[in-house]
């Protein structure tokens, strides 16, 4: 670890401790969590997280809450068995079938409002389709859906048979569809003719032909049709899943008895070496997790509308629109398009429209707004209750910003910290029950045990105010299962660095989250952002070494480093610094070439912010390129310690080239 940043050089420059904003005495009287003995309650280990479990309806219940025996692979609500599906849609149909379980608002406008009924009925005929191609229970079925009905349909479709599904986010490209559907071993596909970006329709099943030819398996596909009727763009070869459904309507599949520990879905997230991994999510300790964070954290009520901007793809939209959410039998809203089309306001308009109550968004779409101004959501009527942030740290600023001109000083704000591995929120407040405080994601939720520790695995005192190494010292029930197919892979990235790995003990195990934190005296942690080779670009993970791998796609590239730049508005965006093969020009084709390597193997929203031509890359002297130094460069920042460099002259060769750019 010696040439990750100094975390204590790191928070100097942003520790200054806000003051606490109360919240309304409004929403304290009507909280789910209102009282301060739930953090005792849920941390008698393992016993507190029953009452978890005990928000689902189970087929059978657990005999042991808590199986640590084979560390790191732990068990949770072990000989237990559920459906997710059934918990999600089948068990409200009593009380509230005719409630409106997803609003859908498509991008020129169009609705669709969904209730617990017709999701019953989409479910199982999407169930009824998947089974008639051949889907088996624990077959990984890949969907790479954007976001329309169909895909929550779809995934709850597939936990219905028992089947895995591993959404890929419809923005990533046809390369990095293929490396999943292949790392997944799945002999499914799931897919759509095309969808809206700013009104334009995309076309997105040339993506999924293209992936086809890029990938080793030759699995089946499954197109949807975004208008209702089978497209023409959809080939031969794929099955029309509009026809299909057809041909099942109304058709009941019975949901299938999961064993807890049986999984739910794969979800791919950038790590420091080449290739995502799939983590691995289990049903039974998944749900019950997301189930009562959603409650406790994000106030959801059945009757409430709830509105997480996410998209679906990644795991917020997993955990916060789909299973947390409707677990809970709420009503949740999903919009297609972007914030700003067709106008600023659209998202203020939607909110109007439903009188949604829950708002949950990132603070790079916070950022985003604040720059828009605060004229677009004064134009509409719309008051929410709570208010969430997720993804990045939320600078005060940003906070304040949120706070006042969207909450109307009126709602209040958590500030969520957690990873695609955590399945739910690890670190933030309980609303009722702690005060605010600005670019602080609050305390650890319920029995949550974070800490912190040096590079040499020292555990710091608590509430030090010194930063180091985040680590979570005790299993939850929605932690991920493993890394799918690669056992070593879970160990050597999340346990090894700070655990005693020859022990059998489970408390010699501490998860690392990769991130650097700071716990302040009042106990808040505030989280410093990633510790090793991986960038935050609008609140989703990017490996440096996945872009690396793309831009030497481009055979004109010698040599290339990605360092992340700080921006205004995504957070961060990569730079790509790169040397040339002898005897290539550096010339904008180039750049052209390697931009658009980039887009192609990972998608357009990974597209980078500036392309560097440089003689040399900064290295050690055993060959590591130092990152951090062209971070400094990219941030216009000083560049500390040289003195490891093989050359100690690259850096400033690199800041002349770049400024006789
Ligand atoms: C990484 C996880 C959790 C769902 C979305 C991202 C950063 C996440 C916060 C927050 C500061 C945060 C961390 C983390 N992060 N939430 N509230 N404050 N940083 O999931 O793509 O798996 O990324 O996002 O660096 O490790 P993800």
């Not at 169909?150 to 028992?162: E, Q, Y």
């Not at 950038?270 to 998944?286: L, N």
């Not at 001109?405 to 209040?412: F, K, L, N, Q, T």
């Not at 990219?634 to 400033?652: A, H, W």
């Amino acid at each position: 670890m010696s040439e990750q940043p100094d975390a204590d050089a790191t928070i100097e420059a942003r520790l200054h401790e806000q003051d606490y904003f109360r919240p309304p005495a409004k929403f304290v009287g009507q909280a789910n969590a209102s009282d301060p003995d739930i953090y005792d309650e849920v941390g008698e280990f393992p016993d507190g997280f029953e009452q978890y479990a005990e928000l689902l309806d189970w087929d059978e219940r657990w005999d042991e809450v808590f199986d640590g025996s084979n560390p790191p692979f732990f068990e949770w609500f072990v000989g237990g068995k559920l459906n997710a599906s059934y918990n999600c849609v089948d068990r409200h149909l009593d009380e509230r079938k005719n409630q409106t379980a997803l609003l859908w608002e498509g991008s020129d406008g169009e609705q669709e409002n969904i209730t617990y009924q017709d999701l019953h009925r989409r479910v199982n005929e999407m169930a009824a389709a998947l089974r008639s191609q051949g889907v088996e229970e624990d077959d990984v079925v890949t969907v790479h859906l954007p976001m329309v009905p169909a895909l929550p349909i779809t995934m709850l479709a597939c936990a219905r048979i028992g089947a895995p599904h591993s959404v890929v986010f419809a923005g990533f490209s046809a390369s990095a569809l293929a490396e999943r559907v292949d790392s997944a071993d799945s002999d499914y596909v799931v897919t759509i003719d095309g969808y809206y970006r700013r009104g334009e329709f995309l076309d997105h099943i040339e993506k999924t032909d293209e992936a086809l030819e890029e990938m080793d398996r030759d699995p089946q596909v499954l197109a949807w049709s975004r208008h209702e009727e089978p497209s023409d763009e959809v080939s031969d070869d794929y099955t029309d899943v509009e026809s299909l459904l057809d041909e099942h309507e109304r058709e009941r599949v019975e949901p299938v008895s999961r064993d807890a520990e049986d999984p739910l879905f794969l979800m791919y997230t950038s790590g420091t070496t080449g290739k995502p991994k799939g983590c691995q999510h289990r049903t039974g300790g998944y749900l019950a997790y997301v189930a009562a964070t959603s409650k406790n954290v994000l106030d959801i009520k059945p009757g409430d509308t709830y509105w997480c901007a996410a998209d679906i793809g990644w795991i917020t939209g997993h955990s916060y629109i789909v299973y947390g959410p409707l677990a809970l039998g709420t009503t949740s809203v999903m919009y297609e398009d972007t914030p700003d089309h067709p106008h600023k306001g659209r998202i203020w308009e939607i909110a109007e429209r439903y009188d949604v109550d829950i708002f949950h968004t990132s603070p790079t779409a916070v950022r985003m707004f604040m720059k828009w101004g605060p004229e677009y959501p004064e134009e509409y009527d719309f008051d929410f209750r709570h208010m969430t942030t997720v993804g990045e740290p939320i600078q005060p600023e940003a906070w304040l910003w949120y706070y006042k001109h969207i909450g109307d000083e009126d709602a209040v704000i958590v500030d969520t910290w957690w990873q695609t591995e955590t399945g739910g929120h690890l670190i933030t407040n309980l609303p009722a029950l702690e005060d605010m405080k600005p670019g602080s994601a609050g305390k650890a939720c319920p029995g949550i045990e974070p800490a912190l520790v040096d590079d040499g695995g020292e555990k710091l005192e608590p509430a030090s105010g010194k930063a180091g190494n985040l680590i979570i010292e005790r299993p939850w029930p929605s932690m991920l299962q493993t890394v799918y197919g690669n056992d070593e892979r879970f160990i050597s990235t999340y346990w090894e660095d700070f655990s005693d790995t020859d022990s059998d003990d489970w408390t010699d195990w501490n998860y690392k989250a990769g991130d650097g934190a700071v716990q302040a005296q009042d106990g808040y942690w505030r989280i410093l952002g990633r510790l090793d080779d991986v960038m935050n670009v609008a609140g989703h993970r990017l490996g440096t070494m996945e872009l690396e791998s793309a831009v030497a796609e481009v055979e004109k590239v010698a040599e290339a480093a990605v360092a992340a730049r700080e921006d205004a508005e995504k957070g961060e965006v990569p730079d790509v610094y790169v040397v040339v093969r002898e005897g290539v020009e550096e010339t904008d084709a180039v750049k052209e070439e390697i931009v658009a390597a980039v887009e192609d193997e990972i998608g357009k929203f990974a597209r980078p912010a500036n392309v560097i031509f440089v003689d040399d890359l900064p290295k050690t002297r055993s060959g590591k390129i130092m990152r951090r130094l062209l971070e400094n460069i990219s941030n216009e920042q000083e560049l500390g310690d040289t003195t490891t460099l093989r050359d100690p002259s690259v850096p400033e060769q690199i800041r002349d080239q770049m400024h006789g750019d």
